[in-house]
Antibody, heavy 118, light 106 residues
Framework: EVQLVESGGGLVQPGRSLKLSCAAS????????MAWVRQAPKKGLEWVAT????????YYPDSVKGRFTISRDNAKSSLYLQMNSLKSEDTATYYC???????????WGQGVMVTVSS | EIVLTQSPTTMAASPGEKVTLTCRAS?????MHWYQQRSGASPKLWIY???KLASGVPNRFSGSGSGTSYSLTINSMETEDAATYYC?????????FGSGTKLEIK
């Protein structure tokens, strides 16, 4: 059974940093692209970042480019999201997702809440 | 950036009713994918590559479309289908989602 378990969320002040983690199990992690998708309170879904199988390629929307960094450790079957210079508009539930062929998000974690507020 | 516009924003359907949700793209895309999100839960892949049902999805659901116009249809609405449905394009970066259609049971 595919499982994705996020951790590392919480309350952080604007301008500070936070690092999210996602522990994957139930599939060969190194064979899949992975991604982060977020959802602001009562809002829709927004893609945040994608990483290739080896980690050599990463993709971001303009809203987080230069502030967020996605990375992975295939030996640990783990995905990470380093978030710097956080803004209030980054407040959201962050989901770790398996990004099959870099096209569809076919499995999602339970999500972790990040609140950016002073 | 490809903008996806979903309609309607909200709708209610009676059990047994046929339901059609639409998603229009600002530029042509190769496929459309759909996700179901029930209240308080994580999204689930529901339909991929326009018309293929994800594992476990009832066959009363179907998807169709091409180019800039896509739809998700429920042949006969059931209580468990009440949820928000999002379309998503994977044809070009940045990947984008529609704003969702909230489907309620009447």
């Amino acid at each position: 059974e595919v499982q994705l378990v996020e951790s590392g969320g919480g309350l952080v002040q604007p301008g500070r940093s936070l690092k999210l983690s996602c522990a994957a199990s139930g599939f060969t992690f190194s064979n899949y692209y992975m991604a982060w998708v977020r959802q602001a309170p009562k809002k829709g879904l927004e893609w945040v970042a994608t990483i290739s199988t080896s980690g050599s390629r990463t993709y971001y929307p303009d809203s987080v480019k230069g502030r967020f960094t996605i990375s992975r450790d295939n030996a640990k079957s783990s995905l990470y999201l380093q978030m710097n210079s956080l803004k209030s508009e980054d407040t959201a539930t962050y989901y770790c997702a398996r990004h099959t062929m870099g096209i569809t998000f076919d499995y999602w974690g339970q999500g972790v809440m990040v609140t950016v507020s002073s | 950036e490809i903008v996806l516009t979903q309609s309607p924003t909200t709708m209610a359907a009676s059990p047994g009713e046929k339901v059609t949700l639409t998603c229009r793209a600002s530029s042509s895309v190769s496929y459309m994918h759909w996700y179901q999100q029930r209240s308080g839960a994580s999204p689930k892949l529901w339909i991929y590559e326009t018309s293929k049902l994800a594992s476990g999805v009832p066959n009363r659901f179907s998807g169709s479309g091409s180019g800039t116009s896509y739809s998700l249809t429920i042949n006969s609405m059931e209580t468990e289908d009440a949820a928000t449905y999002y379309c998503q394009q994977g044809s070009s970066y940045p990947l984008t989602f529609g704003s969702g259609t909230k489907l309620e049971i009447k």
